[in-house]
């Protein structure tokens, strides 16, 4: 099996801006329900891209089409591999998942796997049914491990980490696979706030690295705080892209959340902040 | 990555499996000491000097004519349920699946009654006949409750898993009784075959048993990494690159023949499947490329001293020795049921 030879660290600066993959009048869902219709984004190598929306809006329906799981139901989803840009239906499972890595939003592990082994297994693309991670596969894990700092935990069975760690986890196996790009369903959901700036940190970092990482979050905040740009699903519609500022406003929000919010700027940050504003609360003049 | 602890634990299976080995043919009508035992041995492999003493020769005599070559049929068949036990348990996620749980085994045994019912009488044919229609039960059963108890592609929850596999098994042992009805003529045949057990089981049967149980352990063993990472579950796995279908595909087929092979040659034996695996996973950790061998090391190992305890316990009435695993084998099934939720999550 070749791989993409497209490592996410050390960095690959020359990459940045590149469209790592490509929605075109994508429509996406499951067989007799749509989801999504129309979808036209790319993703590039450097960037963040939060995608935000409501519950059922299709964000990781999105996901799933991205990455080859699920077939799009019309229009096209595709991955830029060492052949080009390709449709993702045209790319076998194994070279796909050398291209795009996953973080899932709730996985259970069964067995009380070693934090190294579960990372492993990240390494699958390259080695195959019958093959063992040999020097290479080796070198992604512990690069995966260090740039999560999981190497005090290495030895450690999955099935005793905390959620924040777990999701670590998660990360690390997902760059194990060495992937251009990374998708990533709700990554900062039940964490705290320490273990959220973590996850976002890290998913910055890899970014600056080159790496193209795009996330679902129900947090607007976290949105505008983390993401170079945000693509608002609604109505089974993208209905808007760009920088956080153009595309999180009161009136976007309003229309496709229902929640009245206000938006705003942090007086010491020169930071988008988006606060509730149910009925109850009557806001000063 | 090997750990440190993986070796002594392969060895200390090992070192289990050679000491059930002596132990049960130690054990019988008439009892031998270790010693005996090892001499005998040794004396037909040559290694040995022959003695004239006639209890030496007694010793021999029970050894290879009595009990070996039943022993190491129950260790094939015990090798063959503990390997089928670690891939139901890495299929379905779950530590309790077991092929006598889920009703596997009783597919099987519906393949091999019926295949006794055809009154095939050339040798040959009979073993073939018992061995394919017993994987072929074994394999649709397997499917059945796999279909059953899979909800949405999520982890098997316990409770469904169990319940499928106890309707699916006494479907099934309905419609064996229903054979044994219908065909009264075979009824004592059946009746004795569906007992389990090894008694007077010769060097032919151990002949005819090895090749379906080694192939089912060297199958189960091929499916170790795609079974790891199935462990993430089904669409992280799928996200990892593996084809999830294929994999579940060939993992009941190898449980299912592991399952035949090991119920053509000693009827319906449970719990074998279900605790092999639970005490390899003890010595040598999760990872099912250690853990496989390492469960027909133990599966081995569990049913040779059943088998046994069988012979000895009431001699010289000769239990079934599926009565041993069960008064064994279920206490503990409870308690490792106790030890998990109610959603049947936990460890």
């Known amino acids: 099996m070749k791989k993409s030879g497209l490592a996410p660290l050390p960095p690959r600066v020359s990459m940045l801006g590149t469209a790592l993959c490509s929605a075109r009048a994508l429509s996406c869902g499951y067989a007799g329900r749509l989801v999504l219709e129309g979808v036209d984004l790319d993703i590039k190598a450097g960037e963040v891209l939060a995608v935000i929306g409501p519950n059922g809006s299709g964000k990781t329906t999105l996901f799933r089409t991205l990455s080859g799981e699920l077939p799009p139901l019309a229009g096209e989803a595709m991955l830029l591999g060492p052949r080009g840009m390709l449709s993702v239906s045209a790319i076998a499972r194994r070279e796909r998942a050398g291209l795009v890595g996953r973080v899932l939003q709730s996985e259970q592990p069964s067995w009380p796997t070693s934090v190294r082994e579960y990372i492993e297994a990240g390494t699958f693309a390259s080695t195959g049914w019958f093959g063992t991670p040999g020097a290479l596969e080796r070198r992604a894990v512990d690069e995966a491990i260090a740039a999560t700092e999981l190497a005090s935990l290495a030895g450690r069975p999955v099935t005793e980490l905390s959620g924040g760690e777990f999701r670590r986890v998660l990360v690390a196996r997902a760059l194990a696979q060495k992937p251009a790009l990374l998708l990533l369903d709700e990554p900062a959901s039940d964490l705290d706030l320490a273990r959220q700036m973590e996850v976002l940190g890290l998913l910055r970092s890899l970014a600056a690295s080159g790496v193209g990482v795009a996330l679902s979050v129900h947090d607007l905040n976290l949105a505008a705080l983390v993401a170079d740009r945000v693509a608002l699903l609604s109505k089974g519609r993208l209905v808007a892209m760009g920088p956080p500022r153009e595309v999180i406003t009161a009136e976007a929000v309003a229309s496709a959340y229902g929640a009245t919010v206000l938006v705003g700027n942090h007086p010491a940050l020169d930071l988008l902040q988006v606060v509730h504003l149910p009925a109850w609360l009557k806001p000063k003049d | 990555m090997k750990k440190p602890g993986t070796a002594r634990g392969f060895l200390a299976a090992c070192l289990i499996l050679a000491l059930a080995l002596v132990a049960s043919l130690c054990l019988g009508a008439a009892s031998l000491s270790p010693l005996q035992v090892l001499r005998a041995l040794g004396s037909r492999l040559g290694l040995v000097a ?298």
């Open chain 2, 50 to 347: 022959q003695t004239e003493d006639p209890q030496a020769l007694m010793a021999v005599t029970i050894v290879w004519d009595l009990r070996l070559a039943r022993t190491l049929l129950a260790g094939v068949a015990g090798a063959a349920l503990g390997a089928a036990g670690a891939v139901l348990q890495g299929l379905f996620r779950n530590p309790l699946a077991d092929p006598y749980a889920l009703g596997v085994s009783s597919g099987a045994a519906l393949g091999a009654v019926a295949a006794l019912s055809l009154g095939i009488t050339a040798p040959l044919a009979t073993v073939t006949a018992l061995q394919g229609l017993s994987f072929v039960c074994a394999l649709g059963s397997a499917l059945l409750v796999y279909m059953i108890a899979k909800v949405g592609g999520k982890r098997a929850p316990t409770a469904s898993l169990l319940l499928a596999g106890a309707a699916v098994g006494s479907f099934l042992g309905a419609t064996v009784s229903l054979i044994m009805t219908l065909r009264q003529r075979d009824l004592q045949r059946v009746f004795f075959w569906l007992l389990g057990g090894f008694g007077g089981k010769s060097w032919g049967d151990l002949g005819a048993a090895l090749p379906a149980a080694a192939i089912s352990i060297a199958f189960a063993m091929l499916l170790a990494r795609p079974l790891d990472i199935l462990g993430s579950g089904e669409e992280a796995a799928s996200s990892l690159g593996l084809d999830v279908g294929r994999t579940r595909a060939l993992a009941v087929a190898a449980s299912a023949l592991g399952t035949a092979a090991a119920v053509s040659a000693g009827g319906v034996i449970g719990f074998v499947g279900l605790l092999g695996p639970h005490l390899a996973r003890l010595l040598v950790g999760p990872g099912h490329r250690r853990l496989i061998p390492a469960s027909a090391a133990t599966g081995a190992a569990l049913l040779m001293v059943a088998d046994a305890a069988a012979r000895s316990i009431a001699s010289p009435i000769e239990l079934p020795v599926g009565v041993v695993t069960a008064l064994v084998g279920a206490p503990l099934f409870l308690w490792l049921l106790s030890r998990r939720g109610p959603e049947g999550e936990g460890a």
